[in-house]
């Protein structure tokens, strides 16, 4: 039967200050709000699997998962390794229950507008591992040359929101500008979400393959849990990309154009939240005096004003705020660094 | 006898949001951590005048204003009326207890480095004050082609830190960016720094002259202070530049380099606090990350962190959060405007 696993173990930092080691992104409401974006992705696997729905999480985030969701099971990973391991930890641990089980892995980190097309794409993926016992993937139709994610390359151009799934040629890595404008143009590519369909014995199957040592540790932790904390540490941390899918000989993908978007960094705000007449996305108490194009963010009633400001992040959230140029969004993961090294970790 | 008068009832709307209704900025330490505008007035004005300082101030101001400075007498306007008012009605009141009353009127916005260059010329100036019954200003020796200050026209070049007092031709109102200059390069003009002295009935005679209304209603005051609220609303608002000094027969000057600056906006941090290797004058809770030039203001243990930023002014202060451009930092009172117009008066 259909098992939906739910990603939810990272740390977001690139959505500091908002994302904290104890509250990471997926617990906020970020793309809705009022909506959490671990919560937003288990309703669309309590849809697509008959509320049968394990969610992969970290120690640190278990209290703050569990209160948000409750009744929800959690699968805890001792320290992160990546999701080639977390992967294949659910994978062992449904099969232990179920043989014939069957898994849609979806991460956390995502906004869906369409959620009615993303369960019906999620839909022809699962009957496609079901009947051709391949990994089906989710092929997101690109809407800009983004560069900041992997891509899968079709054999042939396909529409979108089909019924069936084609055949994917090759995983290919983030590209440049060029080469992303190339494959928008092509309708050959499409961007891979992260997001998969696999019966779990084949997920096994595939690990013992590519990846034996983790295929044969997330077995022994499915029978016996209490030994995850000594082996799970030593596992390979590598992605379930690399580590599995860009080796696999035959993949394919359901080609969806359902509104997905990664939740990377505070750049992708405006494509969640939109924006006013003069291009700014403002959430919370906020003044914008002749300014455009700018994401800003207020937790409280702490007032951000800004006064001729273009381009800019402003973040204000609990005891920290941050100020960025929204094309450096992705350096965040800077100011974590200076943290860390600085010994504020207290701000992390 | 001397006495020293502080004028320290603004507003200070340009360092918003650290200058409040309630707590302006002459009531902030912007210049000196621990020292308030306000108190580095009064201690130059206690040196100078043997501890006869009279405070101007405004009703709103002044529990603050006591709590900072006990003892110190305070004269409060019931509403403000600009700096003659301000000075006419200190001039009166000292005038009616002390006929010989010689003023140094020091404005509580400002910053000085050399406090004992700043007393010496005080004393020169009201030294020529005494003598020659004439108004005598501090010229500040430009260190900048500034075009945010007025200007006193000498009749020849001077030294400065001198001991005796120069002829001033005229005032000049705030120069374009060329004419500034070539001021600078002729060395015949200096900084109106809103600082002078002069004798009490000096100051009444020329109120008198150039605003009689003003000259019968402080003296109105100054017999019987319970009249101020109904008579000193209806006072013209203007400043004691434009409705004496610049009518005045005879001005001298006494020429200063003594390190003195307006606290005007944010964009004069830099001179007075300093800054670091990469440009930037950071107080407080702060992280810049690959950025220069920037004024960047925390009053409490939240943390701003910036990447990859230059030239802004950012600073938190209570409940609010400024972000400008510091070549814009004049244009802060477009948030105090805007604030007010939309109903969010409790961020002023």
């Not at 590598?238 to 990377?264: C, L």
């Not at 750049?267 to 003044?287: E, F, H, I, K």
């Not at 992705?330 to 943290?339: G, H, N, T, W």
Request: proline content about 5%.
């Amino acid at each position: 039967v259909r098992h939906a696993v739910i990603l939810a173990g990272g740390s977001g930092t690139r959505l500091w200050p908002a994302s904290r080691r104890a509250r990471p992104k997926q617990l906020l409401a970020l793309a809705r709000p009022g909506e959490s974006l671990v919560a937003a992705a288990t309703a669309i696997g309590r849809a697509i699997a008959h509320d049968r729905v394990l969610l992969v999480t970290a120690e640190a985030q278990v209290e703050a998962t569990r209160a948000m969701l409750p009744g929800i099971e959690l699968l805890v990973e001792p320290v992160g390794r990546n999701t080639a391991a977390a992967v294949g930890l659910a994978g062992a641990t449904l099969a232990q229950r179920d043989p014939d089980a069957v898994l849609a892995v979806l991460p956390a980190d995502q906004h869906v507008t369409d959620r009615h097309g993303f369960e019906r794409a999620l839909d022809t993926a699962l009957a496609a591992a079901e009947a051709e016992d391949v990994i089906a993937t989710i092929g997101i139709t690109p809407t800009r040359p983004e560069t900041g994610f992997g891509w899968l390359e079709l054999a042939v151009p396909s529409e979108s929101n089909v019924t069936r799934a084609v055949e994917v040629l090759r995983f290919v890595e983030k590209p440049d500008r060029a080469t992303a404008e190339a494959y928008v143009a092509s309708g050959r590519y499409l961007w891979n979400a992260g997001i998969f369909c696999l019966r779990a014995s084949r997920l096994l199957a595939e690990l013992d393959v590519h990846l034996p040592a983790t295929g044969r540790a997330v077995r022994e932790i499915a029978r016996d849990p209490s030994v995850a904390r000594s082996l799970y540490p030593s596992l390979p941390s590598v992605s379930f990309d690399h580590g599995v899918m860009e080796k696999v000989s035959r993949i394919v993908a359901v080609p969806a154009a359902i509104g997905w978007d990664d939740v990377g960094s505070w750049a992708a705000l405006p494509a969640m939240r939109g924006t006013d007449a003069s291009g700014n996305t403002c959430v919370g108490a906020t003044l914008v005096v002749e300014g455009h194009n700018n994401v800003i963010v207020s937790d409280d009633a702490t007032l951000i004003a800004t006064v001729g400001i273009d381009d800019l992040v402003v973040v204000k959230s609990g005891d920290a705020i941050l100020v960025v140029h929204k094309d450096r969004a992705q350096e965040v993961r800077k100011v974590i660094d200076a943290l860390s090294s600085k010994g504020l970790a207290r701000y992390l």
